[in-house]
């Protein structure tokens, strides 16, 4: 059963810091991953979906690497903002399973 | 713009109470998924549906069971509620990636 893992559990910044949140995932099989921000109380929203054969994928001051091989995923934030304060979740996504989503990184930035 | 909304955004219920948690799609998805969180725990499945009529048990399906009468909606039920089921639950729609309302929170007391 994939297992996902989050590195750090929480960061804490000042503002307009590059910072990189790491996910680890057991089972190198799958086919999309995808990266969430979630704000306190509220649900989901997805950031990126990157596809298996993709290396990266990139919104705005995000970006999203995959090393499929080796069971990682990067989410890098470019010139962090105290409105980027969230809990950011991957989930790797594995043929014929259902999603499984990391337990988040809890990232505090500081004005 | 994709959209999964959540009837309520806040519910307080009794012990005992029969709760319906209403969750409706507008993007013509057939898979649905309910899920709750809670701190320290993470999310974890309660059931999803691949098609209308259709649902299938997720990690912790005790104590709840679900309906999909039609394709856009899915309803959780709390059969009979009791204070563990204190929770924040979510629900999500799936094609390639997820997209998820903005969630329920339920208070049993």
């Known amino acids: 059963k994939q297992e996902v893992t989050q590195i750090p559990a929480a960061l804490s910044v ?55 091989s080796s069971g990682r995923s990067t989410l890098y934030i470019a010139a962090s ?31 | 713009d994709v959209k999964v909304t959540q009837s309520s955004r806040y519910l307080v219920k009794r012990t005992g109470e029969k709760v319906f948690l209403e969750c409706v799609q507008d993007m013509d998805h057939e898979n649905m998924f309910w899920y709750r969180q809670d701190p320290g725990l993470g999310l974890r499945l309660i059931y999803f549906s691949y098609d209308v009529k259709m649902k299938e048990k997720g990690d912790i399906p005790e104590g709840y069971s679900v309906s999909r009468e039609k394709k856009e909606r899915f309803s959780l039920i709390l059969e009979s509620a ?6 924040m639950y979510l629900c999500a729609t799936a094609n390639y990636g997820y997209t998820f309302g903005s969630g329920t929170r339920l208070t049993v007391v």
Do not use: H, M
């Open chain 1, 14 to 68: 000042p503002e307009g810091e590059n910072l990189v949140l790491n996910c680890s995932f057991t089972d190198s099989a799958i086919y999309n991953l995808q990266w969430f921000r979630q704000d306190p109380g509220k649900g989901l929203t997805s950031l990126l979906l990157i596809q298996s054969s993709q290396r990266e994928q990139t919104s705005g001051r995000l970006n999203a690497s995959l090393d499929k």
């Open chain 1, 81 to 111: 903002q105290p409105g980027d304060s969230a809990t950011y979740l991957c989930a790797p996504n594995n043929y014929g399973q259902n999603f499984v989503f990391g337990p988040g990184t809890r990232l505090s930035v500081l004005p």
């Open chain 2, 82 to 87: 009791s204070t563990n089921q204190t929770s």
